[in-house]
């Protein structure tokens, strides 16, 4: 089967070259123009959403009524997303890498909004080389099993499984992604490694605290708890749709390579423009995948400019295709397409 897979997949490349079509590292040198930062955009792109979100959050806690601090609560919500979608370029180096203020800005961040860099980046790294490859534990992204593994996994690993990739993990991404995922785990795992983790758990639930004692139990929810409860739903729930959709594809290990599972493993997400700004082009996944240094920005630019990426693997916000994500969760090797529980368990 796999060699089957492998010779089908040297075949259309072969095509796809002699059809002039560029694939592999011709494809991403054709991005390379686009990785190039225009410095002056990233520095207005960052300091207008940061002054956005202190400032909405500021008027989420002081607002007279609570429909008007519900307002800009979850207006500060999105605007933690966009915000996260710069600190997630800084971090890949596409965005203001040389640039010392950004060090310590986006270092400040991390650790306020439970995004401590070190377990970040080596859990996010580890995400990009790995994605479109069968991993059981899931690290640095939600887990995929075949099916042939899952009827051969002990019932508590099947159960593990399950509770990784539930909706409830997505929709409480707060505690579960970040505060325990990027924080907690890291730190009890490796102490001397991750200390940021233990520091960003401690400032951030120091300044729930604190506002809760000093300004007021509303204050504390609706400028903190509520927009970070929504952004860290919202986030969790576009990385695991973007990588666990019913049309995507899982790699042979003798067929996987990084070029091949930045567009068939990672999908686009169009969006209106609203949500487009929101969350900083992460629609554009797959090109983000296939370069990680195309600044945020950039994105739309590179896919407008290069006719291969123009037609990539979809997925969208709509409620179908939301339940399909959900309800795919295993790969079928026979069947070369994720398939569900009840589906594996037919077969």
Not at 9 to 19: C, K, N
Not at 61 to 85: E, H, K, Y
Not at 318 to 330: A, G, S, Y
């Amino acid at each position: 089967m796999a060699q089957k897979t492998l010779d089908t997949t040297r075949a259309a490349d072969s095509l796809e070259h002699s059809a002039g079509v560029r694939v592999g590292r011709d494809l991403l040198n054709a991005t390379q123009p686009f990785a190039q930062e225009i410095p002056g955009k990233s520095w207005r792109a960052v300091v207008i959403v940061f002054t956005l979100l202190v400032a909405t959050l500021t008027a989420a806690g002081a607002a007279p009524w609570p429909w008007l601090q519900l307002t800009f609560s979850l207006l500060g919500a999105m605007l933690m997303v966009r915000t996260f979608i710069t600190y997630h370029d800084y971090m890949h180096g596409a965005i203001l890498a040389h640039a010392r203020m950004a060090k310590w800005l986006f270092w400040i961040y991390g650790l306020l909004l439970l995004v401590p860099p070190r377990a970040w980046k080596k859990s996010h790294n580890y995400h990009h080389g790995h994605v479109g490859k069968i991993d059981a534990f899931g690290v640095g992204t939600f887990p995929v099993m075949t099916t042939e593994m899952w009827h051969t996994t002990p019932t508590l690993l099947r159960a593990y499984y399950r509770l990784q990739r539930h909706p409830l993990i997505i929709l409480f991404g707060y505690i579960t992604v970040f505060a325990l995922g990027l924080c907690l785990i890291p730190f009890c795992k490796q102490p001397r490694k991750h200390i940021d983790s233990l520091i960003s758990l401690l400032i951030h639930s120091a300044l729930i605290v604190a506002l809760w004692q000093m300004a007021g139990p509303d204050v504390a929810f609706f400028a903190v708890l509520l927009p970070m409860t929504i952004a860290c739903a919202f986030g969790s729930y576009l990385f695991f749709a973007q990588h666990s959709f019913k049309r995507m594809t899982i790699l042979t290990p003798q067929a996987w390579n990084y070029y091949r599972a930045s567009l068939e493993s990672s999908s686009y997400m169009p969006l209106n423009k609203f949500l487009q700004w929101m969350t900083g082009n992460i629609g554009y996944h797959h090109i983000h995948h296939l370069n990680v240094r195309i600044p945020f920005y950039r994105l739309p630019e590179a896919m407008q400019a290069i006719p291969e990426l123009q037609t990539p693997i979809t997925t969208s916000l709509e409620l179908r295709e939301m339940r399909n994500c959900f309800r795919c969760n295993l790969w079928d090797e026979e069947r070369q397409r994720m398939v569900s529980y009840r589906e594996a368990n037919a077969s």
